[in-house]
């Protein structure tokens, strides 16, 4: 079963508004995760890394004032996309690495589809 | 040059075909390997991973990793129309680390 859950799966808003997208870690704590961007036919690209504890580091060109990053717990980030415009329509997904688990690659969730109307 | 690098395809072939799907990378801090599939609308899934250079087989799958040349591949064998979809290349230097993805290859099996 999933062990990362992102909710909502898909969203529609409108332009200006605020949303958030919540990640969990269902049966681990996770102290980093990370958040990705993908576009249509496009790959997935590294927003920002979610640090327990401390700020979230960009990646470049990136607005952190726009996308505003929380990591309030050791199972849960949140990305806050505010005054969403319709470029900012996107499928958001968040990974999650488990640490007790050694050389295991990390999982993700299944994403959240964003459209700004 | 980026990262990673990765033919986007289109690539279509008949059903039971061998398929084979490659990227090639710059960076030699990469240790882990991983391929993706991804369906239209849904989040990746994991199908392969390899930690270092080698090979791994899963059923019709089978991943390579050389190093020394920083090129990776993923054959599928006796290839279905269920394999229809889009395969990413990814990577990370750490299990704990950002991972880097190529730019997917959309494949095609036809009936």
């Known amino acids: 079963g999933a062990v990362v859950s992102q909710h909502p799966s898909w969203v529609i808003c409108k332009s200006g508004t605020s949303v958030k997208i919540e990640c969990r870690s269902l049966?681990?704590?996770?102290?980093?995760m990370f958040w990705y961007r993908q576009f249509p036919k496009q790959s997935l690209m590294l927003m920002a890394t979610?640090?327990?504890?401390?700020?979230?580091?960009?990646e470049q060109g990136v607005e952190k004032d726009k996308f505003l990053i929380n990591h309030a717990s050791l199972t849960l980030s949140t990305l806050t996309v505010t005054s969403a415009h319709p470029e900012d329509s996107s499928f958001y997904i968040c990974?999650?690495?488990?640490?007790?688990?050694?050389?295991?690659?990390?999982?993700f969730g299944d994403g959240t589809r964003l459209s700004i109307l | 040059q980026k990262e990673v690098e990765q033919d986007p395809g289109p690539l279509s072939v008949p059903e039971g075909a061998i398929v084979s799907l490659n990227c090639t990378y710059s960076?030699?801090?990469?240790?882990?390997f991983m391929w993706y599939r991804q369906y239209s609308r849904k989040g990746p899934e994991l199908l392969m991973y390899?930690?270092?250079?080698g090979n791994k087989e899963d059923g019709r799958f089978t991943a390579q990793v050389d190093k020394s040349s920083k090129y990776i591949s993923l054959f599928i064998r006796d290839s279905q129309p269920s394999d229809s979809a889009t395969y990413l290349c990814a990577m990370s230097a750490a299990s704990y680390d950002k991972v880097i993805f190529g730019p997917g290859t959309s494949l095609s099996v036809i009936p």
């Open positions: 960076n030699s801090a990469f240790q882990y």
């Open positions: 990974s999650a690495p488990r640490p007790d688990r050694g050389n295991q690659p990390q999982h």
């Open positions: 979610s640090n327990e504890g401390s700020k979230a580091t960009y």
């Open positions: 390899t930690y270092s250079s």
């Open positions: 049966d681990f704590q996770a102290t980093t």
